[in-house]
T-cell receptor, first 114, second 114 residues
Framework: NAGVTQTPKFQVLKTGQSMTLQCAQD?????MYWYRQDPGMGLRLIYYSASEGTTDKGEVPNGYNVSRLNKREFSLRLESAAPSQTSVYFCASSPLAGVADTQYFGPGTRLTVL | AQSVTQLGSHVSVSEGALVLLRCNYSSSVPPYLFWYVQYPNQGLQLLLKYTSAATLVKGINGFEAEFKKSETSFHLTKPSAHMSDAAEYFC????????????FGKGTKLSVIP
């Protein structure tokens, strides 16, 4: 059981480049989340998905798109990266949909935008 | 909307001393409350959660937290600190069972002095 996996672990982009962060979970969880973590800011929700094909915007969705391809996978896309998107990105999953529940986190992707 | 305050961005304790990490929230609705721990360069993992059952909640690694509605607090304690407890700790609050969104505090970094 790998839990929640994220690729890549590290990435450096130039301003304006695009990229997709991948996330997969093997726990048959319904809910999946994307967060960003910035120093002194805690975690802020970017997007949430309760099931395949459904997504909700979180606190900081601007500049990001997401895709819930199937129950296992939830990807985050930066269409035109900006330095303000330099951050650590975490994917998480939880068993239930639409309710407060324990979230299981991946190891994170450290993104630098120059 | 919820807000979460963690008093003290850095806390240092001696090995064997009491650990007390503070968390206060703002809510008129009985919330669900969580404490997560993050070790360096890793994702978050759940320490314990309160979901309107017993007000004293026991978690992993000897940690516990007490929900005090009158004080809107959910402080984390451990009787005797161990070197392996050095990490960053995050308090998180949901609006209640019907809300999937967690609001995270800014985190408290715990150092343990030998």
């Amino acid at each position: 059981n790998a839990g929640v996996t994220q690729t890549p672990k590290f990435q450096v982009l130039k301003t304006g480049q695009s990229m997709t962060l991948q996330c997969a979970q093997d726990m048959n969880h319904n809910s999946m989340y994307w967060y960003r973590q910035d120093p002194g800011m805690g975690l802020r929700l970017i997007y949430y998905s309760a099931s395949e094909g459904t997504t909700d915007k979180g606190e900081v969705p601007n500049g990001y798109n997401v895709s819930r391809l199937n129950k296992r996978e939830f990807s985050l896309r930066l269409e035109s990266a900006a330095p303000s998107q330099t951050s650590v990105y975490f994917c998480a999953s939880s068993p239930l949909a639409g309710v407060a529940d324990t979230q299981y986190f991946g190891p994170g992707t450290r993104l630098t935008v120059l | 909307a919820q807000s979460v305050t963690q008093l003290g961005s850095h806390v240092s304790v001696s090995e064997g001393a009491l650990v007390l990490l503070r968390c206060n929230y703002s809510s008129s609705v009985p919330p669900y409350l969580f404490w997560y721990v993050q070790y360096p360069n890793q994702g978050l993992q759940l320490l314990l959660k309160y979901t309107s059952a017993a007000t004293l909640v026991k978690g992993i690694n000897g940690f516990e937290a007490e929900f005090k509605k009158s004080e809107t607090s959910f402080h984390l304690t451990k009787p005797s600190a161990h070197m392996s407890d050095a990490a960053e700790y995050f308090c998180a609050v949901s609006e209640g069972a019907g809300s999937y969104q967690l609001t995270f505090g800014k985190g408290t970094k715990l150092s343990v002095i030998p």
